[in-house]
Nanobody
Framework: VQLVESGGGLVQAGGSLRLSCAVS????????IGWFRQAPGKEREGVSC????????DYAHSVKGRFTISIDNAKNMVYLQMNSLKPDDTAVYYC?????????????????WGQGTQVTVSS
């Protein structure tokens, strides 16, 4: 199983980034992909998640209206479009996979994790 994040970088406040998560080798057909982030000195928090089964999504309150998660099942790719970025969005962003059909942003249920990609938003 591999989850590989890409697309992180340095951006000014108000800017945009699109993160990608390449998914391969999952031993089940229906799964949920979650995006999580962890800033220095803070706990990991859920950002967004999406079901491969029906595209149902969920977002953290702090990113709702600014971030959009999407999935391309044909390519086994999940994207996180991040707009109107704020310095508080600075963190390492991880994608994670869990078997199932209902998107749930609880990190403990996810079995597979990527290595993370750094997002830095300057003020």
């Amino acid at each position: 199983v591999q989850l590989v994040e890409s697309g992180g970088g340095l951006v000014q406040a108000g800017g945009s980034l699109r993160l990608s998560c390449a998914v391969s080798g999952l031993p089940f057909d229906d799964y949920v992909i979650g995006w999580f982030r962890q800033a220095p000195g803070k706990e990991r928090e859920g950002v967004s998640c999406i079901s491969s089964y029906d595209g149902e999504t969920d977002y953290a309150h702090s990113v709702k209206g600014r971030f959009t998660i999407s999935i391309d099942n044909a390519k086994n790719m999940v994207y996180l479009q991040m707009n109107s970025l704020k310095p508080d969005d600075t963190a390492v962003y991880y994608c994670a996979a869990d078997q199932g059909t209902i998107p749930i942003m609880v990190s403990g249920i996810y079995d597979y994790w990527g290595q993370g990609t750094q997002v830095t938003v300057s003020s």
